[in-house]
């Protein structure tokens, strides 16, 4: 059972920057990614990475803002978020897998989640 656990959430002004982090109890599942889901919305793919490597994917909404990043010694991957747009307020959550790299963006492969980091940007 691995454990995942997010911080780093909070309120933020448009264009600015926000980091979270999510912290794994192991590192048994190769790739992390991170997803977000607002009120009324389905859950969607923001950005993943493998604990080897440095392979790297993002949505396209997300793409030149967002920088997913990681620390093996700390077990720790990390979402920089910048130029924040009102867009992206929802709940992040944090997630594990070992699906091909070709089914990451799809959350129903995912095995563990974390309990989500609220993000609001005002405009």
């Known amino acids: 059972q691995v454990q995942l656990v997010e911080s780093g959430g909070g309120w933020v002004q448009t264009g600015g920057s926000l980091r979270l982090s999510c912290v794994a109890s192991?590192?048994?599942?190769?790739?992390m990614s991170w997803f977000r889901q607002a009120p009324g919305g389905e859950r969607e793919f923001v950005a993943g990475t493998r604990w080897s490597g440095g392979s790297t994917a993002y949505a396209d909404s997300v793409k030149g803002r967002f920088t997913i990043s990681k620390d093996n010694a700390k077990n720790t991957v990390y979402l920089q978020m910048n130029n924040v747009k009102p867009e992206d307020s929802a709940v992040y959550y944090c997630a594990s897998t070992r699906v091909v790299w070709g089914l990451i963006k799809l959350a129903e492969y995912y095995n563990y989640w974390g309990q989500g980091t609220q993000v609001t940007v005002s405009s």
């Open positions: 192991e590192r048994s599942m190769h790739t």
